[in-house]
């Protein structure tokens, strides 16, 4: 569970939003994927917009550490 928890955190060791958002995501398309497999025996296909707003969230949080400003005095 720590090791989980040590990949949902930022380096600060807050969690970090962007992570647990995309994952909860990734494990939501997983579960429901595999239900569809399960119930009508066919293979869904990864829709682009999961696809697309997983990436948004990846992006966002690498955008905010590119663009960061210091803040006088640190």
């Keep these: ?26 494990l939501f398309y997983v579960v429901a994927g595999v ?17 697309l707003l997983i990436s948004l969230l990846y992006g966002l949080n690498k955008v905010e550490k590119i663009f960061k400003v210091e803040k006088k005095g640190e």
């Design 1 to 26: 569970m720590k090791r989980f928890l040590t990949f949902l955190s930022e380096p600060e060791g807050k969690i970090s939003f962007a992570r647990l958002t995309g994952f909860l995501l990734v």
């Design 35 to 51: 239900y569809v497999v399960i119930k009508e025996h066919k293979i869904p296909e990864l829709p682009l917009n999961l696809m």
